[in-house]
């Protein structure tokens, strides 16, 4: 029976063993409700607490600066709607760019429903927007820009420092306007520093460093007012009701600890991996496009288009021998639609319908390299000599 291979580490990760060891214990054995003032409460207050430290400490921030939230999209929802909602008297203008993920893209999108003003602002054929088109697009009303760290399916930076200091003049001219950053492909696997980026909303989600799906944190640089999109109890300072799941607060702390230990050695090592599968790729296969800058990027993500196949044909032949990549966003897969990204950076139709995205993650190792790249050529001349064919 052949061995399988996971390389969609950009749609989930697997929990570390380390992580569940943590999460199991608070499952079990400390399992009172963080808002209890009896003993039980304040065990699990201490494990809040303490993880609250622990994600702070991974992004330079304070830890009453984090709000925990059940991951990117509700921390993406809390900073954009909360931030435009609560400031609306100063502007309702948005800017963000065409390659954001769904969970901000769409939440702007809903935003122009209700009497908001967005500019989608492009990007370069290598797909990093330019701080120059952002600075363009700011208008007297705009309150609220909104650029990602780094793209989850090319895996490219964005100029979120050069942003973070736009924005800051501005401020300190006297201009009410604030600046987000999903930061949720970036976090844990480069160094993110919150006072660097100059942001004042950051969103990271626990699934994509090794925790459990359903546990996220919010950045709230202090002085900056949200509307709150949960209500309910008094949690998280009033700005997220609900009660804490301890459990995956505990879990999500424990991942950003191993991060801030083991991340440097991970780049490194998962980019040569990456290096050495796109080196095997070029030489193996005739006609493919690598997408995205493969210079200002993220260490573990390579996004190829095999010209003259199909990437769900592709990824089917693919999972039938064992390895698990993806066509793009996992939150976008289900759709025939080319990748809205690809297609962004040309507006190629053949080619964001080629593109696969295989993304590397802590548990990869060389073996696993070996097997894709045995295996990329002839599915790929296989599904070219249908298409031929047809």
Known sequence: ????????????????????????????????????????????????????H?????????????????GGTESNNLAIRGLVEANEQ???????????????????????????????????????????????????DTVLITVMTANNEIGTLQPVAEIGTLVKELRDSGRKIWFHTDAVQAVGKIPVDVNELGCDLLSLSGHKLYAPKGIGALYIKRSVRLHPQNIGGHQERNRRGGTESVPLIAALGKACEL?????????????????DLENRIADAVPNIIFNGSR????????????????GEALLIILDMQGIAVSTGSACSSGTLEPSPLIRALDEDDNRARSALRISLGRFNTSDDIDRIAEIIPAAVETLRKLGRSA
């Open 259 to 275: 991060a801030a230990v083991e991340m440097e050695a991970e780049a490194i090592r998962q980019k040569q991996l990456r290096d």
């Open 1 to 52: 029976m052949f061995r399988r291979v996971y390389l969609d580490n950009s749609a989930t990760t697997p929990v570390d063993p380390r992580v569940v060891e943590v999460m199991l214990h608070f499952l079990t054995e400390t399992y009172g409700n963080a808002s209890s003032i009896h003993h039980f409460g304040q065990q699990a207050r201490t494990a809040v607490d303490a993880a609250r």
């Open 54 to 70: 622990s994600v702070a400490r991974l992004i330079n921030a304070r830890p009453n600066e984090i709000v925990f939230t059940s």
């Open 295 to 310: 210079e200002s990027r993220i260490p573990n993500i390579t996004n190829v288009s095999f010209l003259g196949t199909e």
């Open 90 to 140: 100063h502007g309702r203008h948005i800017i963000t760019t065409k390659i954001e993920h769904s969970a901000v893209k769409n939440v702007c999108a809903d935003l122009e429903k209700h009497g908001f003003d967005v500019t989608y602002v492009p990007v370069s054929s290598d797909g990093v927007v330019n701080a120059d088109d952002i600075c363009s697009a700011i208008r007297d």
